[in-house]
């Protein structure tokens, strides 16, 4: 198998035996010699359930980190660690591979357990040269005891940390927690929330194709149990046929918001519902939304609303506007709504419930 090996002096990149990594080369354009180590990308993947996904560029893989996507607790795996970790083992103790010299002979790699123990027999010496990826040169084991990364303050936070595989690649002089923070800030800066007309359209849109599902699923239940339905009282027919367009409305807004980020309506409307960063949002999610949007804010806000004006109506018998349920309704979706029209993020009020964004595609 080959690598691609780049030569920092004159920068020219060419394959090589990967066998050959952490040996001293020549460069066939300019003559230097330095040490081989594969330059190609370093590419990520990750564990969804039981689905590995990847491999992932370090700005894409950072882009699914900033996102949430890919989260502490998710299971990574890139190219030289052992086995896959969670990422926050990663962020914390990097897989390192190690090569150490006897003589004229190079051996490795070997992982950090393995080198530990090496050194702890003295099978290395604190004078035998070592290298791994990332050290520029060979060098001996009291150098690189000397040179070690030690703790550095977080220029967000103040806090001490310990450079760590992703801190390094980055190049940020921040701990992971800030550095998560301030990618997720940056990607947040990028989002332009929807507008509320361009909302209420696609919400029309939606409502329009769950009509017209419950109407066709009615249709159908009247044609098979004429007899329920004449009987103008609430049959198990009816009830059944209700719940089942129930159970139609949400999988409709549960299996499209969960898949692709949207409804039909907001597809339409070129828009998408994410997480407060852009991200992508999960079947479970897009259920917990269609509760919080349907049941809490329209369902219990509408019932709140209508106990009201019941209320005030027997006190005030003489206002017939109490008496009205369209007023309801609209007194009922501008509450919903409303706190859209204050917040910076566009936020309605099931959005607040259930931390989520609309916007542009």
Known sequence: MTMISKCPECNTSGKIDNKLAG????????????????????????????????????????RLVAEGTVGPATQVWSKGMV?????????????KKWYYAEGNNKIGPIDQEQFDRLVADGAIATDSLVW???????????????????????????????????TDRS????CEKCRFKLLQ?????????????SRFIAKTIDLLFMLAMAAMVEGLSRKLFPASYAENTITLVFTI??????LLGIFYVTWFVGKFGATPGKMVLD????????????????????????IVAFGLVGVLILAIFWALSKTLPTIPLLGSIGLAVLITVSLVYAPALFDSERRTLYDRLCNTRVVDA
Request: aromatic share 10%; proline share 6%; charged share 20%.
């Open 23 to 62: 040996t001293e080369v020549r460069c066939p354009r300019c003559g230097g010699n330095f040490v081989a180590q594969d330059s190609q990308l370093i590419m990520w993947y990750y564990a969804e359930g039981e689905n590995k996904k990847g491999p992932f560029e370090q700005k894409d893989f950072d």
């Open 83 to 95: 086995d896959w970790q969670p990422l926050s083992s990663v962020m914390q103790s990097p897989a």
């Open 132 to 166: 791994s990826k990332g050290m520029s040169k060979w060098q001996t084991l009291t150098e690189v005891i000397t040179s070690t990364p030690i703790p550095e303050k977080c220029g967000n936070c103040s806090k001490d940390f310990t450079p760590s595989l992703l």
């Open 171 to 174: 190049g940020l002089k921040v």
């Open 185 to 197: 800030a940056e990607r947040k800066k990028l989002l332009k929330y929807g507008n509320l007309l």
């Open 241 to 246: 046929t209700l719940t089942i367009n129930m």
């Open 271 to 294: 828009l998408k519902i994410t997480n407060p960063i852009g991200g992508k949002i999960g079947y479970l999610h897009a259920f917990a939304r269609y509760c919080g949007e349907y």
